[in-house]
């Protein structure tokens, strides 16, 4: 199985200040039609998950441009430019190229 | 509006088995990909089946092949998960999710509430 690797765990940070969460997998999502199926998610307090981005940088209707995406093979960021309040909740990445389909552990934002 | 409500969930005892429903609406049902995801209390996300948009494939996490069964009637916008054999590290918040597409495998783009499994004697 792919496994997804996160880091940091815990993120706190200050209001408008940038944020950056690393995802790892331990091999390439890059698939043999050539796209790579890395996806995040944003899962509020009490809610559910929520997806932000799709095959890596693609970002869905609806969700702040202040969410990016960014990497390739094995390595992958998601990078909030200016955390607002309501950015509060865990991130998880997850890999769509390989079965059966992983997620990474997750990584708690909190403000300061 | 694009809804996927889930039901059926309770607390059961080790051993028994239990279906779990999710009413889709909002989209044309049949042209997505569905799935189930589950959330353990406290702890992150876990994929444990899909379908196709026929039903013709499906997909089982290791620790529910054989004890799990997915399926979907498109007729009445419904997916299903027949649990059998339940333990109790089957306990969690099971999530229905649907991506578009009738054989896109790799990402969750809908998401219901949930229907919480509690596996306990």
């Known amino acids: 199985d792919v496994v997804m690797t996160q880091s940091p765990l815990s993120l706190p940070v200050t209001l408008g200040q940038p944020a950056s969460i690393s995802c790892r997998s331990s091999?390439?999502?890059?698939?043999?039609?050539?796209?790579?199926?890395l996806n995040w998610f944003q899962q509020r307090p009490g809610q559910s998950p929520r997806r932000l981005i799709y095959?890596?940088?693609n970002r869905d209707s609806g969700v702040p441009d202040r969410f990016s995406g960014s990497g390739s093979g094995t390595d992958f960021t998601l990078r909030i430019s200016r955390v607002e309040a309501e950015d509060v909740g865990i991130y998880y990445c997850?890999?769509?190229?390989?079965?059966?389909?992983?997620f990474g552990g997750g990584t708690k934002v909190e403000i300061k | 509006e694009v809804q996927l409500v889930e039901s059926g969930g309770g607390l059961v005892q080790p051993g028994v088995s239990l279906r779990l429903s999710c009413a889709a609406s909002?989209?044309?049902?049949?042209?997505?990909?569905m799935s189930w995801v589950r959330q353990a209390p406290g702890k992150g996300l876990e994929w444990v089946s899909t379908?196709?948009?026929?039903?013709?494939?499906?997909f089982y996490a290791d620790s529910v092949k054989g004890r799990f069964t997915i399926s979907r009637d498109n007729s009445k916008r419904t997916l299903y998960l027949q649990m059998n054999s339940l333990r109790a590290d089957d306990t969690a918040l099971y999530y229905c999710?649907?991506?578009?597409?009738?054989?896109?495998?790799?990402?969750?783009?809908?998401w219901g509430q949930g229907t919480m499994v509690t596996v306990s004697s």
């Open positions: 999710a649907g991506n578009p597409g009738y054989t896109d495998y790799d990402t969750f783009e809908i």
């Open positions: 909002g989209f044309t049902f049949s042209a997505y990909t």
């Open positions: 379908i196709s948009g026929s039903g013709g494939s499906t």
């Open positions: 091999q390439s999502l890059v698939s043999s039609d050539g796209n790579t199926y």
């Open positions: 095959k890596v940088s």
């Open positions: 997850m890999q769509g190229t390989h079965w059966p389909l992983t």
